[in-house]
């Protein structure tokens, strides 16, 4: 959804009309992007991506049906068979998905998204699923205290994970949807060479932002700029570089923080953070040697166990085989 911002603003802006559709509940479809969303203009046109486009004359006639006085509409869509080949699906599902017009959702929304802050859409749906009251939630919004009090809560925790999605939850104001949209991934690179040109393609794939960097200055001040998003990667040996580095992270509340290097390195580093002041927690938050053991060989394999680590971390979970869980796994086919 972050990608419609800037049209969501530039259409209330002009007094455009629009309406804004996103699943409440769905099952199956496959892997695809937790916050898709389309918004659909006067004429009927759709913008974004949801489901590849197998819906979006349904959604466009549903979006058109909206009358007077009523702030939202659930629908019902499924796909199955030839219509999964027909729109490139990895497979069929069904969706519950709620429209609501452009006017409903709070122009605060658009912005936070659009400067890719942290931020949560709760959005209350009456019984009949007519109606929707939407709220914003970012850290220090004065807008927070109008949500459910349990919506705002599991809000926030949703967003210190730092994974984007959709869930819904019954609470005791009635059923309420809860979008999250942590602020975007920041790789800041410390180092050059070929890894970190292929952990910056990495990153572009996983749709983060990454900066290489070679100074300890410029290095801190990205560090500096937006803490919460920013994933520090140290590939740099040089003292006068990783130890700014890593300090600036670790006391600046970096969202990850890695260095590559041996073992020998590492305590090389321990050592120097620990005379400039820093305890064990702080350098027990330091993923080195860095990377998930994907029996990595080569740069381009050591950038995809770099970044697989940092999605886990950022996650809060412990990194298992799938086949080897039991219950939802949060993933492919859920």
């Known amino acids: 959804m972050r990608e419609l911002a800037e049209t969501a603003r530039q ?39 949801l489901y590849r486009g197998a819906f979006d004359a349904h959604l466009a006639t549903e979006a ?10 659930v629908c019902a869509v499924s796909v ?3 219509e999964v080949k027909r729109a490139g699906l990895t497979c069929g599902g069904r969706a519950d998905v709620l429209l609501q017009p452009l006017a409903a959702i709070p122009a605060r929304w658009w912005t936070l998204l659009a400067e890719g802050a942290d931020a949560a859409l709760i959005t209350r749906l009456d019984a009949g ?5 939407s709220f914003v939630a970012a850290p220090d919004d004065g ?9 705002m809560e599991r809000a926030r925790e949703l967003l210190a994970r730092r994974r984007a999605g959709r869930e819904t939850h019954a609470t005791d104001a009635g059923l309420v949807l809860i979008e999250t949209f942590p602020a975007v991934p920041h790789l800041v690179i410390a180092g050059g060479g070929e890894l970190a040109e292929l952990l910056a393609a990495q990153a572009h794939l996983l749709g983060w932002q990454a900066t290489v ?29 990783d130890i700014p580095a890593l300090h600036t992270a670790l006391t600046g509340g970096a969202a990850y923080v890695g260095a590559l290097g041996s073992r020998r390195t590492q305590a090389r580093r321990a050592q120097a953070l620990t005379e400039a002041g820093l305890d064990d927690a702080h350098l027990g938050r330091i993923h080195g040697p860095i990377g998930l053991d994907l029996g990595a060989r080569t740069p381009a394999e050591t950038a995809l166990a770099i970044c697989a680590e940092v999605l886990a971390a950022l996650d809060g ?14 993933a492919i086919g859920d």
């Open 64 to 73: 058109a049906a909206l009358t007077a006085g009523h702030t939202a509409r």
């Open 317 to 330: 979970r412990e990194v298992r085989i799938l086949r080897e869980q039991t219950g939802p796994t949060g």
């Open 213 to 241: 960097t070679v100074t300890a200055q410029d290095t801190v001040k990205l560090l500096a700029d937006r803490p919460a998003a920013a994933c520090l990667i140290v590939l740099s040996h040089e003292p006068d570089v």
């Open 143 to 151: 807008t927070v205290a109008q949500g459910p009090v349990q919506a």
């Open 129 to 133: 699923r007519t109606r929707a009251v």
């Open 11 to 49: 259409w209330a802006a002009r007094g455009r009309t629009g309406v804004l559709a996103r699943p409440v509940t769905e099952q199956g479809f496959g892997p695809r992007h937790p916050t898709d969303a389309i918004l659909i203009d006067e004429g009927g046109d759709c913008h974004g991506t």
């Open 80 to 82: 199955h068979d030839e």
